[in-house]
């Protein structure tokens, strides 16, 4: 798996504790509200808005928040500006980071992001020198236990999606985003829970990590950049070998 989805299987679980998934939701609902506000709040004509329903759905995130959302990004009961801001930049041994931020003040996020890129020695680079080693696709988690490998595979692939891979205990799907509905609703029609799904940036190259150090390191960046109020997403390149993952997060 790549460094990207091994980080998301990990985002997955902590997501799925009660202590956090207050902050999830309200991350969730403002990628809602800027999707409405964006492309209008009917899910069947809003590609991007659709996606991150069934981003929330997987999440448990209740259908009242979500409608909540989609009227405050329509306008229709009010709601702060948000503007997305994207951050840059490399770790000590060439790690690629991207930062997606959801503010309604910008100098206060970047401050905070900048301010966790110093703490780790990262640094900020331009827009535009780390967004193009990345690629926008579709990214699903299914546990293995919840299907067959062989059906789950025809299934996906019958829907479109356009890589299908085994690693650990989860089999992770691509497909491109124009057809990441498709695959997600063939998955739920067969009644197969998904621990995760989104439209994300995976990266076109991979830089192995093997230092357990500086494993520990780059995940403690990593999460403490996703604490922060305003930031949505953060995408990396890296590659740590399973076991020393498992190891780094306590063997979940």
């Not at 997501?15 to 069947?44: C, H, N, W, Y």
């Not at 739920?188 to 990590?209: D, K, S, Y």
């Not at 403690?220 to 740590?240: C, G, H, P, R, S």
């Amino acid at each position: 798996m790549s460094g990207h989805s091994k980080w998301s299987t990990i985002k997955h679980k902590k997501a799925a504790t009660d202590a956090r998934r207050g902050k999830l939701f309200s991350k969730l609902a403002r990628e809602i509200m800027v999707a409405a506000r964006d492309g209008g709040g009917d899910p069947a004509a809003n590609i991007t808005l659709r996606a991150i329903i069934q981003k929330a759905r997987a999440a448990n995130m209740p259908m009242d928040n979500i409608e909540r959302a989609i009227k405050k990004g329509t306008g229709e009961s009010g709601g702060a500006a948000l503007e997305e801001i994207f951050y840059e930049g490399y770790v000590p041994g060439g790690v690629a980071v991207i930062v997606q931020a959801l503010s309604d003040n910008r100098n206060r996020t970047t401050a905070e992001v900048r301010h966790v890129f110093n703490r780790f020695n990262a640094s900020l680079s331009g827009q535009g020198s780390v967004m193009r080693s990345f690629q926008r696709k579709g990214h699903i988690i299914v546990r293995t236990s919840e299907a067959d490998e062989d059906r789950l595979l025809e299934l996906v692939l019958e829907a479109g999606a356009e890589d299908f891979r085994r690693g650990g205990e989860h089999y992770e799907i691509t497909t491109d985003p124009a057809d990441f509905s498709k695959v997600v609703e063939a998955l739920n029609a067969a009644g197969i829970p998904m621990v995760g799904c989104e439209i994300t940036l995976m990266p076109e190259t991979v830089v192995p990590v093997t230092d357990v150090e500086k494993a520990a390191a780059l995940l403690k960046f990593i999460e403490m950049l996703e604490e922060l109020d305003d930031v949505q997403n953060v995408y990396a390149n890296f590659d740590i070998d399973d076991s020393l993952l498992a190891q780094l997060s306590g063997g979940d």
